[in-house]
């Protein structure tokens, strides 16, 4: 019986580019942000391009996808979609930010709550971990800002709740290394070198520009 030999992984993390405020495409300067992650990307040996299903992230996709070998999959994908992938309790969250957290959570439709944690466990079984075929494998998943936090906050085994803080801007980019025998590795985390300063941190709140 031959057993099968694992490999690593290197998962490609973005959040969309900056979208209209219907949210319905990207703006002018989404889509040059967009077009500026694929001449980033260029050189990657993706095996695949996988994007969430909502307008914002199928077009960004499709921009980054046109600066690629155009032999690499374009794949929509449920699991890469916009929900909240966790809520927290209470008592769960520093009793300082309690009040903060659980406000901003409850703004969103009770469906996106109460379905996003299934999402958030299946784009953890579809997209993490090392791989089964013995090959090194490196993929994109073009996302939104909750699901490239929860990501990151699993990368770093931290609390569920710790998703909550970590902001993502448009088409800024997060990398992860899933090694075999070792703990996950984050190599780059919402990194904004391919984008001009005009385009920076566009989608992260205001007072946390740097």
Known sequence: MTTARTSTRFLYIARHGEASPDETELTGRGRRQAALLGERLRGIPLSAVHHGPLPRAAQTARLVHEQLRQDVPLRVAEEAGDYVPYVPSRKELPKESADGFLGFLEQFPEDERTQGPKLADAALARFTGVTADGEPRHELVVTHAFLAAWFVRDALDAPAWRWLGLNHA?????????????????????????????????????????
Not at 180 to 207: I, K, Q, Y
């Open 170 to 210: 448009n088409a800024a980019l997060t990398v992860i290394r899933y090694t075999p025998g070792r703990p996950p590795a984050l190599l780059v985390v919402n990194d904004m070198s391919h984008l001009p300063a005009e385009l920076r941190w566009t989608g992260f709140p205001p007072e946390l520009h740097v």
